[in-house]
């Protein structure tokens, strides 16, 4: 079947016309503003010579799962740290975050039960659901009526399981967790939160969104692999949430564990994430400047209080020829078409990091004034 190709060729075409397709790129001496590794631990010294000397002592691999060869002090320290830095009793390894989620939503809500997932959930997040026995309902972006009224029209399943990401990755607001919170606990329902992009970010310590607004979800779901600069996924609840994941989520259960190595990288991360403040702050400031001038020069800027930074375009076409421009003068910024994001949402989505120095931060907003004037897009 696949000798004979037309068939995707035909699929793909349609994409292209219109607009859509996805290109892996090859970045070299750009001005990088998409990366995720937000404190810039990805390359610092200290993970890499933890990283190093954990691959002397334990080699590449890990040589299996976690249940048969794969295990090794330095998982059983990972996840203690975790479980210390997310304040709950106990974490667990993934290999990413994605198959966290997946493991998650797979196996902990049941047949009888229901998802409650907000429209922009992470597509990791949308698959676990269909993976899920448990029906799914969808609520509004963050609207609180709407998630109410659902609570309300679901009160005849079995249990309820509120699922969000905490800071939305291609819109950069936070979950208003606090308030989820308190709706969850007067319908009796259980709150998962997947802090990929809060995880080292938020909070007073960079604990994530419930550090952020000082709450205790159910189960807290994250990635090595973002500010903590390395890479894997994990879940962090009771010890008995714990427990549970290691004998039914099967993405835990059927998957090589990852490399020790990677496990020493992420815990000396935890330690330098506690203690980076500072280097939050910084953060903060880069992105409230880079926020601010675009608003003045009269883009469309969304998100709130994140490193993630959406200049909203609308048309497709459009957007791409902004990122190709971009792309000309030396910055690397990924346009979002469809479906990642809805039709006439296209967007430039900036990310930025500490690693970003404020020249860098100049030219890009330079670049940005006179991109837009040639589009016709600002004044
Ligand atoms: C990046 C991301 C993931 C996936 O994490 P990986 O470790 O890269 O698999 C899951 N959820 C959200 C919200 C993300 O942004």
Not at 24 to 41: E, K, M
Not at 294 to 318: C, H, N, R
Request: glycine content about 8%.
């Amino acid at each position: 079947m696949l000798n004979d190709d037309r068939w995707l060729n035909k699929r793909l075409d349609r994409m292209k016309e219109a607009g859509l397709t996805r290109h892996i790129r090859t970045i070299n001496n750009q001005s990088v503003f998409s990366s995720n590794d937000y404190l810039g631990l990805a390359k610092d010294r200290r993970l890499i010579s933890a990283a190093k000397r954990t691959l002397d002592d334990w080699g590449v691999g890990s040589s299996g799962s976690r249940l048969t060869t794969g295990n090794s002090e330095w998982h059983e320290k990972l996840e203690h740290r975790i479980a210390g830095f997310k304040q709950t009793e106990a974490a667990l390894l993934f290999s990413s975050g994605y198959l966290a989620n997946i493991g998650v939503l797979s196996s902990l809500p049941e047949k009888g039960d229901i998802l409650l997932s907000d429209e922009l959930n992470h597509a990791s997040i949308i698959d676990g659901c269909r993976l899920s026995k448990a029906d799914t309902v969808i609520y509004k972006h963050v609207d609180l009526d709407n998630l109410e009224t659902k609570l309300k029209e679901t009160a005849s399943y079995k249990r309820r399981f509120i699922v969000t990401d905490g800071v939305f990755s291609m819109d950069g607001n936070i979950a208003p967790l606090d308030k989820i919170m308190v709706l969850a606990k007067s319908y009796h329902a259980c709150v998962i939160v997947d802090d990929a992009h809060g995880t080292g970010v938020l909070g007073e310590n960079g604990r994530g969104t419930s550090d952020y607004f000082g709450v205790m979800p159910d189960v807290v779901i994250g990635t090595l692999s973002k500010a903590i600069g390395s890479e894997g996924g994990f879940v962090a609840g009771s010890k008995t949430l714990i427990d549970f994941l290691v004998n039914h989520a099967r993405t835990f259960i059927f998957q090589t564990a990852i490399p020790p190595a990677n496990c020493a990288a992420s815990y000396t991360a935890l330690g330098i994430i506690e203690q980076s403040k500072e280097k939050r702050l910084q953060l903060r400031s880069h992105f409230f400047q880079i926020k601010k001038e675009l608003k003045e020069m009269g883009f469309s800027v969304k998100g709130a209080d994140t490193p993630i930074i959406p200049v909203i375009i609308g048309d497709t076409q459009k957007t791409a020829i902004f990122a190709e421009k971009l792309q000309e003068k030396g910055i690397f910024a990924p346009a979002i078409r469809p479906p990642t994001v809805a039709i006439g949402e296209s967007r430039i989505r900036l990310t930025v990091t500490t690693e970003h120095c404020t020249n860098e931060i100049n030219y890009l907003l330079e670049t940005f004034n006179l991109v837009g004037k040639e589009l016709n897009m600002i004044k």
